[in-house]
């Protein structure tokens, strides 16, 4: 069985350059104008994470696999474009971690902010994820307590991509199944670890960017964009 997995993981591991690619600056361009269209002017991606089922418990620190379904399984991070292609992943972290500690462990991140990132993002280009983000130049997330605010709520609302994918009926099959939106309640989610003080002033500046897309997205779908 051993024998056979390996052979399989070697043989997708050989494919993935040419089906699991960032997009070049013309692709990122027509990204951008799809979901601008959706109320979301330079989101290029959308990011989430999952956990991958492993058949048993690791034998060493098995404990930290051990994930919130009651499950043995690694974390996977993937991004993916309008089309529903993936266009990054990163996965091998333990299933309890949390998802923005795993998305810094990725060659991405590192890229995000560094100054390779012009190589992956335009000006004003980003990411979308959930609250279980922390916002950062290059990623707006959702806000983690609404707190009864409207704008935040409904800009979770609008974030969590379910006004986009309803726009885009038409791309699913009867195969694909109902097109249905998982919001994860806020209290089941852990705060994210405090970041160091040489990111917060990182992180401040995404929440700016935050405001910035949240007021650009809610004006839209108030103008009656969103239905």
Same mark, same amino acid.
């Given at each position: 069985?051993?024998?056979?997995?390996?052979?399989?993981?070697?043989?997708?591991?050989?494919?993935?350059?040419?089906?699991?690619?960032?997009?070049?600056?013309?692709?990122?361009?027509?990204?951008?104008?799809?979901?601008?269209?959706?109320?979301?002017?330079?989101?290029?991606? @959308?990011?989430?994470?999952?956990?991958?089922?492993?058949?048993?418990?690791?034998?060493?620190?098995?404990?930290?696999?051990?994930?919130?379904?009651?499950?043995?399984?690694?974390?996977?991070?993937?991004?993916?474009?309008?089309?529903?292609?993936?266009?990054?992943?990163?996965?091998?972290?333990?299933?309890?971690?949390?998802?923005?500690?795993? @998305?810094?462990?990725?060659?991405?991140?590192?890229?995000?902010?560094?100054?390779?990132?012009?190589?992956?993002?335009?000006?004003?280009?980003?990411?979308?994820?959930?609250?279980?983000?922390?916002?950062?130049?290059?990623?707006?997330?959702?806000?983690?307590?609404?707190?009864?605010?409207?704008?935040?709520?409904?800009?979770?609302?609008?974030?969590?991509?379910?006004?986009?994918?309803?726009?885009?009926?038409?791309?699913?099959?009867?195969?694909?199944?109902?097109?249905?939106?998982?919001?994860?309640?806020?209290?089941?989610?852990?705060?994210?670890?405090?970041?160091?003080?040489?990111?917060?002033?990182?992180?401040?500046?995404?929440?700016?960017?935050? @405001?910035?897309?949240?007021?650009?997205?809610?004006?839209?779908?108030?103008?009656?964009?969103?239905?």
């Amino acid at each position: 069985m051993v024998n056979y997995t390996n052979r399989v993981m070697t043989a997708i591991e050989c494919c993935l350059k040419n089906e699991i690619s960032w997009p070049n600056r013309l692709e990122r361009t027509r990204i951008a104008s799809v979901f601008a269209a959706g109320g979301f002017p330079g989101c290029i991606g @959308l990011v989430d994470g999952t956990t991958i089922r492993l058949s048993q418990r690791p034998a060493e620190d098995g404990e930290t696999y051990f994930d919130r379904k009651g499950d043995y399984s690694i974390n996977a991070q993937i991004i993916s474009d309008d089309r529903k292609r993936i266009i990054y992943f990163f996965t091998g972290m333990p299933g309890s971690c949390h998802d923005v500690t795993c @998305l810094r462990q990725s060659s991405l991140w590192k890229r995000m902010h560094s100054q390779q990132q012009h190589l992956l993002f335009d000006r004003g280009q980003f990411l979308l994820g959930d609250s279980g983000y922390t916002s950062g130049e290059r990623l707006v997330a959702a806000f983690r307590n609404a707190g009864g605010d409207k704008d935040k709520t409904d800009f979770n609302t609008c974030i969590a991509h379910h006004n986009f994918l309803n726009r885009r009926r038409d791309d699913w099959t009867e195969a694909d199944g109902p097109i249905e939106v998982e919001v994860e309640s806020e209290v089941q989610i852990p705060d994210p670890p405090t970041p160091p003080l040489d990111e917060r002033a990182m992180i401040a500046r995404g929440h700016r960017r935050r @405001l910035e897309v949240q007021s650009e997205c809610l004006a839209y779908m108030r103008n009656g964009n969103g239905h």
